[in-house]
């Protein structure tokens, strides 16, 4: 079975400011997918950027990037010039590559973000 | 594109009832649905997985018959929470995958927040 890790549960971090939020998953599958997920107060999942293992080269959306080490099965995404619309819930996820299964959510991290 | 709708946004029922929540996809075939249980201040928790014509694969620990999972057409899955109690008070989501879609990227709904009185 799959596990996801997110150990903070809040973090806070000024508008124009750069934050990471960390993630670690384990599994013994070769093929799967990675993502971050935004729910904001409306509680619709939005999906913020997505990884796949086999790619070495980290993936990138606008000011949104995150840090995947493979062999670490760490998953961390880094959000640049945070906006006051930045501030939500954000869940990393594990999927399988064949993508048929559901996905495998970590607690998540409240990110607030100061004015 | 892609779009997952879900109905009720918001259901209030009395104990001992059951309700009904729709999932569906407005624009594109959904072979796959999955629902997913989220409660407050929690994380998303598989319940099952529902391939249209076949019967859902239900997640350990859900029990099947209090919750009913129907994928009937390709545009359309239902679950029924049967004989509800305040204990199935809980904001329910699906999302959706279909042929054509990019590869691996479930498409949610907006969610169904049950309180059961």
Partial sequence: AQTVTQSQPEMSVQEAETVTLSCTYDTSESDYYLFWYKQPPSRQMILVIRQEAYKQQNATENRFSVNFQKAAKSFSLKISDSQLGDAAMYFCAWGSGGGADGLTFGKGTHLIIQP | ?117
């Fill in chain 2, 1 to 117: 594109g892609a779009v997952v709708s879900q109905h009720p946004s918001w259901v209030i029922c009395k104990s001992g009832t059951s309700v009904k929540i729709e999932c569906r996809s407005l624009d594109f075939q959904a072979t796959t649905m999955f629902w997913y249980r989220q409660f407050p201040k929690q994380s998303l928790m598989l319940m099952a997985t529902s391939n249209e014509g076949s019967k859902a694969t239900y997640e350990q620990g859900v029990e099947k018959d209090k919750f009913l999972i129907n994928h009937a057409s390709l545009t359309l899955s239902t679950l029924t929470v049967t004989s509800a109690h305040p204990e199935d008070s809980s904001f329910y989501i699906c999302s959706a995958i279909g042929p054509g879609l990019a590869k691996n990227i479930q498409y949610f709904g907006a969610g169904t927040r049950l309180s059961v009185l």
